[in-house]
């Protein structure tokens, strides 16, 4: 079992910028991705950043060039820098984990409100 915590959401102006944090523990050995979900109001959860297999990086098209997704292996900790947000980056975020099983892990989520 994975549990996920995250951390850092807030409201922010339109151009600002935002550092959501996920804290993992338990099986982490047995995780091959970890990374960053969003689900808009009345929309469906969708990805916005993953590392697969300890270094490979994904992107969605809508946050490349402004969103970063790094991690701290000492501290079991995934990060998501958010930068330049706009008001279509408002949505609750939410960690995600998969091991080798494919078992899925989710975090409860954090909110990130970018006002214009």
Excluded at 56 to 64: G, L, M, Q
Aim: a neutral charge; aromatic letters at 10%; proline letters at 2%.
């Amino acid at each position: 079992q994975v549990q996920l915590v995250e951390s850092g959401g807030g409201l922010v102006q339109a151009g600002g910028s935002l550092r959501l944090s996920c804290a993992a523990s338990g099986s982490i050995f047995t995780i091959n991705g970890i990374g960053w979900y969003r689900q808009a109001p009345g929309k469906q959860r969708e990805l916005v950043a993953i590392i697969i297999g300890g270094d490979s990086t994904h992107y969605a098209d809508s946050v490349k060039g402004r969103f970063t997704i790094s991690r701290d292996n000492a501290k079991n900790t995934v990060y998501l820098q958010m930068n330049s947000l706009k008001p279509e980056d408002t949505g609750v975020y939410y960690c995600y984990a998969e091991d080798y099983d494919a078992m899925d892990y989710w975090g409860k989520g954090t909110l990130v409100t970018a006002s214009s």
